[in-house]
């Protein structure tokens, strides 16, 4: 079955510097590539995804690029935030598969 | 407004005894599933529907059941609950099966004692 890696695990960035964190999964079928941001005791939340026609995919600070052939998927925030403090979650899906997320990234954005 | 609800929301109960947590949408969603979560694990797929009367095991479903004979409903079923199933449950819902946003609910805290 599907395994999804995400890495670091955590991350620490200054205010206004970039985060990038990166997933990797390992199987070739799968063509759905969400991310999700899970707030301390909230419910996560979809932030951007991308499906495997497309190599990257932007919305306003946030971009996604995916690349088919290694298998990999990166998130990209520029311009952090401190309220962009959070876990972030990849995950893989196939067409009739279960979702398989990644085990998360904890950002904490120092002001 | 569009939504998926759990209950309860929070469960303390013992060891072997049944319970259910619900789960309902109002989007007219196909797809739904359960997942738990537990610390450094992430979310884990424990069962998804991709339709009434459609179920499909996900990642970790040993010890629950789910059943779908409506399309806004999807409930969680742990017939002897045991400590290991001391978690955080989302239930969430997408339009189709094919990979679109998934709405979570707002989820379930469970303690098994």
């Known amino acids: 079955g599907e395994n999804v890696e995400q890495h670091p695990s955590t991350l620490s960035v200054q205010e206004g510097d970039s985060a990038v964190i990166k997933c990797t999964y390992s199987?070739?079928?799968?063509?759905?590539f969400p991310w999700y941001k899970q707030e301390l005791g909230k419910r996560p939340q979809l932030i951007i995804d991308i499906r495997s026609n497309v190599g990257e995919k932007k919305d306003q600070r946030i971009a996604v690029t995916l690349n088919k052939t290694a298998k990999h998927f990166s998130l990209h925030i520029t311009e952090t935030q401190p309220e962009d403090s959070a876990v972030y979650f990849c995950?893989?899906?196939?067409?009739?598969?279960?979702?398989?997320f990644g085990p998360g990234t904890r950002l904490s954005v120092l002001p | 407004e569009a939504q998926v609800t759990q209950n309860p929301r929070y469960l303390i109960t013992v060891t072997g005894k049944k319970l259910t947590v619900t789960c309902s949408q109002n989007m007219n969603h196909e797809y739904m599933s359960w997942y738990r979560q537990d610390p450094g694990l992430g979310l884990r797929q424990i069962y998804y529907?991709?339709?009434?009367?459609?179920?499909d095991k996900g990642d970790v479903p040993e010890g629950y059941k789910v059943s779908r004979k409506e399309k806004r409903n999807f409930p969680l079923i742990l017939e002897s609950p045991s400590p290991n199933q001391t978690s955080l449950y989302f239930c969430a819902s997408s339009l189709f099966a094919g990979g679109n946003e998934q709405f979570f609910g707002p989820g379930t805290r469970l303690t098994v004692l």
């Open positions: 199987d070739s079928a799968s063509n759905y």
């Open positions: 529907s991709m339709n009434v009367e459609v179920t």
């Open positions: 995950a893989a899906k196939a067409y009739g598969q279960n979702f398989v």
